[in-house]
């Protein structure tokens, strides 16, 4: 006898698309670029290339850092989020120092600069080449209709989210968006986390659980 399985709940289908994505985006930043890994060295001619990072770090650091740089406060407002700064800088991506405009002996690091190194540069511009709505992989595969129908159902979402939330993508940030506004409310109402329920809890029945399997 065949089993019919239960439809994905909202949060499940989102979070497949979500991560869907990143993991095409970050594929293919690691085949067109050079760069250094742990476990895979480096690629031809790249033993000091920059680490291999993923789209969060495009997202809420090198999007907003433009050639002429930005301040370290003006970076997190614009990004609505905290971004590793020290993991950027170490793995070759930006450069924080003082402003040379700065005239004070010894300004705060808050407003130092952050600047991108040219692998920096080259990430910034694949991040933005590639998450344009004209040149996206959804569009490239003649979705078009499929990606302005989620884009507008999202967006009527959110419209309705009285939380102020990070907005560092376009598609993606509506997505994301969307997610943690589900998580927020599900918490507030649960001691367990949105994550613990979806991929834990919501999988057990009465049968498993009184074997205590999953009891601590």
Not at 22 to 28: A, G, L, P, S
Not at 34 to 39: C, G, K, L, M, V
Not at 177 to 193: G, M, N, P, Q
Request: aromatic share 6%; charged share 25%.
């Amino acid at each position: 006898m065949s089993v019919v399985a239960a439809p994905l709940p909202l949060p499940s289908l989102l979070s497949q698309v979500l991560v869907a994505f990143t993991i095409e985006f970050d594929n293919e930043f690691e085949r067109r670029t050079p760069h250094r890994t742990t476990n895979y060295s480096s690629t031809a001619g790249s033993r000091n290339g920059p680490w291999l990072v993923s789209l969060v770090m495009w997202s809420n650091c090198m999007r907003f850092v433009g050639e002429q740089g930005v301040p370290a406060a003006e970076l997190g407002r614009l990004a609505r989020t905290p971004t590793n700064l020290n993991g950027m800088q170490r793995w070759g991506y930006i450069v924080v120092e003082p402003d040379p405009a700065d005239s004070r002996p010894k300004p705060p690091r808050s407003a130092w600069l952050i600047r991108a190194t040219s692998k920096g540069q080259q990430l910034r511009r694949y991040g933005d080449r590639s998450l344009k709505p004209s040149r996206s992989a959804g569009r490239r595969a003649s979705a078009k209709n499929e990606i302005d129908q989620l884009r507008e159902s999202l967006g009527a979402m959110i419209s309705r989210i009285d939380i102020e939330l990070p907005d560092c993508l376009s598609l993606l940030a509506l997505l994301s968006r969307v997610l943690l506004a589900f998580a927020v409310e599900f918490e507030r109402e649960s001691e367990l986390s949105l994550a613990i329920g979806a991929n834990v809890v919501r999988a057990l029945d009465e049968k498993a659980y009184g074997s205590g399997i999953f009891r601590s």
